[in-house]
């Protein structure tokens, strides 16, 4: 997008199929949206494990009023861990910091990569590592290698699915975390919050 007050174009989103090309999902997942754009970024706002998007949509020159948009992740339940990194001899918020999860399905076993960052200039992203897992029905291991230091820590399973841990740096331990969902819009507050487990 542009800052111009008569900069209009479209929202447009799409899904990749498998790497075999790609479907405009942009009406089906309700991104529709006709103004400038600044920026996105993405995360989980509700705590409930898989991203939601926010989308900087006006506020670039004085007088544009024009709502920015959060749009909730209605997802189907899928399987997710949800890492919160804090270095010690690597820098604090561990950007650089390489992660590796094992995971089973019932089609076998898969490797999920991802690094630690905001995901780039114009919309920063959460800096805590959401890790989807599709259909996975549990986690054989998570590898962290840590930035600066060089330090590769390896958690073996049992490592509990659909959960919240906190690692730091040369603790060797994951840390359950028991967080509140945050309602957004008025969802179901009856859903579970995820349960606090003991890693050791």
């Given at each position: 997008g542009v800052p111009d007050y008569d900069a209009i174009m479209p929202d447009t989103v799409y899904l990749n199929r498998g790497g075999a090309g790609f479907d405009d999902v942009t009406f089906d997942g309700g991104f529709g949206h006709l103004q400038k754009g600044h920026g996105v970024a993405f995360g989980d706002l509700d705590n409930d494990g898989d991203q939601d998007v926010f989308h900087q949509l006006g506020g670039a020159y004085p007088f544009d009023g024009f709502g920015n948009a959060l749009f909730e992740n209605p997802g189907p339940a899928r399987t997710w861990v949800v890492l919160r990194l804090r270095g010690v001899a690597a820098n604090r918020s561990a950007i650089?910091?390489?992660?590796?999860?094992r995971a089973s399905s019932a089609e076998g076993t898969r490797s999920v990569h991802t690094t630690v960052g905001s995901g780039g200039s114009f919309g920063g992203s959460s800096l805590q590592a959401e890790i989807g897992l599709g259909d996975s029905q549990s986690i054989d291991s998570i590898s962290i290698h840590w930035p600066g230091s060089g330090l590769t820590e390896t958690f073996p399973?049992?490592?509990?699915?659909?959960?919240f841990y906190a690692v730091t740096e040369g603790e060797g331990r994951l840390r359950p975390l028991d967080l509140p969902r945050i309602l957004l819009r008025g969802t179901d507050d009856t859903a579970a919050r995820p349960q606090e487990r003991d890693q050791r």
């Open positions: 650089g910091a390489r992660i590796e999860v399973a049992p490592i509990a699915t659909n959960t």
